[in-house]
């Protein structure tokens, strides 16, 4: 085996899935866009429908291919990116529930498929994805009379507890939707942790099922080994990788690892990241190349025969630090060389 | 179709290649590691084993599979990473050539499939892959009795055509190789451009055939479109986007539009990057999330369907430029929820 092997433990997804979902005042749904940030939609779905998910949020209607397999005909799924032009055919042969944000995805869905169930997105103050107060004062009642499954937004700032944007968006959600009798969602993980009051009756967990901040108690789903493929002595001043930007400051031992840029370990966090052999923090020297990362293995005991770069020790969010980036992306960055494994380690 | 387009131009990368072959004191091998870059190994190693490549490189022996697939039994497909623990069966199985990176290696070789082709990988200054002196010295003799088809090293400086790394690598390249009558190969595409004393045998263009840098004067491969999922007015003083980082500064019209980071699109490159509504450039607005942008349409005339981030314009090195980092991590990075199309685009 020469590439690395992606360990996602589903247990635990599911576990981060009941601590959310026991601490909202609704129930939650499951966000599994984005291949499941990058972990496998399919099996993280089919993961969570067997904890109790009832409902599942995809970014773009193709994404729902396979989690409605996985799912069978029944559970929700819902589209944040609304009834796209040339989305009806999907929308309808996989049941799917589009939010539509503006009024021109709300006739093109009445006019495609009036029967079908649709949800509302509202814009709070993002000016991302949904309408306006203007836009929903006008078309509201008729909306209404459609009968949408739900009316949602999205917080720009749940992240930062003591925003000031996250009362104002919560303020706006009530000015909005008060009062009407169709089921409302506006926090994702984030939002769950602000407190009961951005809860209403949908909250939509995504990243803290798998693993990352805001939510700190999440437990860690992934794990990561990388082969080595060989282990050279270096002498002081002798340079490693590319452009020759490390340079021995006294003799050490290399080790090449199976792995690079192009499975997802994003170029920039080179300098200041770490594997672990065992126990032992193992510098990265040198420039992260596109299969292949030097690091430096002189503290180690024996040989190792891999290494590991995401583990209990060492998060995403760490690594997403070392790389000035956060730890969604380095989910959704994951490589697809990996061997990957679903159990339960 | 609510998801972005990503053009192929699999006749610019035959094109490429023709130019980088004739280039070539030898001949040109084609490196299709990592999927070729992002961009499809099946598709890239069938097109250029039609314009006469006759050697193709992966950095692991799983990456293989699908290019034997596509290239049938006979071409050459070599393996950087050599011949690992585990991949024995794939090198018999597959027909694949693994470079011989250690003596660990070529025990493991000549033990389990004595009379399977190899090459042999030289350490000449990069200390990433392959043998150095001492190793090669302790083992030349047996290795020269066992037939090697090639012998390569890999030059960690040749994009700064001034680096007195260069010579020093050609130095210890033929003080190793010379006179051994075996095939030899040294450059990638930055070696190709140092001239023909790097060229030897066989060349190993990658990001040349991909239309990346440092071949300055490669057609460009990849167009990328996105389509646009709505389009609002923004006041003066309102926010997109995640933790309110963009402001507008007078009244705009802002379109988000239906890819992100999880599509690749590295978010670091969000506050430098534009993408394009014809020929008018619209800046990014606020935090690329993980499936939306935000990007300032106010000056294009008439409201863009879909905008291109990739074109014969702005292409992999500019979006690097932006992001921080080197071309070629920006078309590994591409995402896997664009629908494809490899045509003459």
Redesign the interface.
Known sequence: ???GYLSISLPNIRANFRALNTACQGRAAAVV???A??LGSKQVAAALAREGAKTFFV?????ARPIRAALGPDLEIC????H????TDLIRDLNLIPMI??V??LIRHAEALPQHPFGIQL?T?????GM?MSEWQAVRDLVLRMGPRLIMSHL??A??PD?P?NEKQLHEFRAMTDGLSVPRSLAATGGILLGPDYHFDLTRPGIGLYGGLPFASAKPVVTLDI?V??I?E?DTG???????TWMAPTPRR?A?I?A???D?II??MGPKTRVFAGDVGCPIV?RI????I?VDVTLVKSDP?SVQLLNGTQGVDTLAEAA???G??VL??LG??YQRNYGLR
């Open positions: 085996m020469s590439t866009k984005a291949d940030y990058g970014a773009a209607a193709e994404e589209v944040f990116s609304g796209m032009e040339g989305d944000n503006s021109d995805q814009d103050g993002m000016n991302r994805l306006e720009a700032c992240d930062d925003h944007m082969p493929i060989q050279r270096v002798e340079s490693v990788g590319y452009s020759n290399i090449t199976a690079g840029y192009a997802g170029r920039a040198g190349s596109m299969d292949l030097g025969k000035g980036t956060i969604y992306e959704t960055s697809h060389r």
